[in-house]
Nanobody, 117 residues
Framework: QVQLVESGGGLVQPGGFLRLSCVAS????????MNWYRRAPGKERELVAS????????NYLESVKGRFTISRDNTKNTVYLQMNSLKPEDTAVYYC??????????WGQGTQVTVSS
């Protein structure tokens, strides 16, 4: 059974930082592209960051470029999202996603990130 378990969310003040982790079990992430999505209240889900299976290529939502960094440790079957200079508009539930083919598309349960003073 495939599981993606996110952690690291919480309440942080504007300008602060958080590091999200996503630990996978039941699959080997080294053959998967890994992604972080988020869904803010009343908004559509959006792709925040993605990283290729080898980690050699990453892409970011324009609004988080320069503030967020996605990384992966295939030896730990874990992907990370370092979030710096957080803004209130970053408040959302953040989801980890593992994608290899359309039929191999897995999601975590999400972790809440709240940026507020």
């Amino acid at each position: 059974q495939v599981q993606l378990v996110e952690s690291g969310g919480g309440l942080v003040q504007p300008g602060g930082f958080l590091r999200l982790s996503c630990v996978a079990s039941g699959l080997t992430i080294s053959t998967y592209g890994m992604n972080w999505y988020r869904r803010a209240p009343g908004k559509e889900r959006e792709l925040v960051a993605s990283i290729s299976s080898t980690g050699g290529r990453s892409n970011y939502l324009e609004s988080v470029k320069g503030r967020f960094t996605i990384s992966r440790d295939n030896t730990k079957n874990t992907v990370y999202l370092q979030m710096n200079s957080l803004k209130p508009e970053d408040t959302a539930v953040y989801y980890c996603n593992a994608l290899r083919f359309s039929w191999e598309n897995y999601w975590g349960q999400g972790t809440q990130v709240t940026v507020s003073s």
